[in-house]
């Protein structure tokens, strides 16, 4: 079976929603998440992102399929509190780990310069891992912008 790439996405919801179309229309899918890998500190915004593959002898069938998800989904794009524009655009920015753990980062690591000692030294890891493992597991935080007057909304 040969492999095409299909879509690329923004959102988590959205990408399971197609995934989970494909699978229905029982199309062989696949989905590469850009966001999982050593790089993924880096990533903002629009950047990182779902990348879905499929079988490609049914290309045609799934982008079908997957445009019309996409347009249902953007029909829900609500508009701007603001300015009352529907010229807004879905972001997504990476799960932020909360600024006084990477101070407490830092003060430990400071200490361990200072103390120099294998203890220091346990628990400057133990809170470096504290931290990555929150970054990791923190949810995306999601919201609209608003192309015509740059406001920030939540979708909810
Ligand atoms: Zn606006």
Redesign the pocket.
Known sequence: MKVRHLTHCNNLLLADEMMQALQDAGIVCGMHDETINEMAGLYRGDAAGYNLMVDADRYDEALALVSRIRQQYEDYVPS?P????SD?EWRAQPGRVPRSLWWLVGLAIVWTLLNNNILSWVVTGVFLIVCIIAKRTRPDHTYYH?R????DFDND
């Open positions: 701007c603001v300015c009352d524009s807004v608003c015509q007057c740059d406001n």
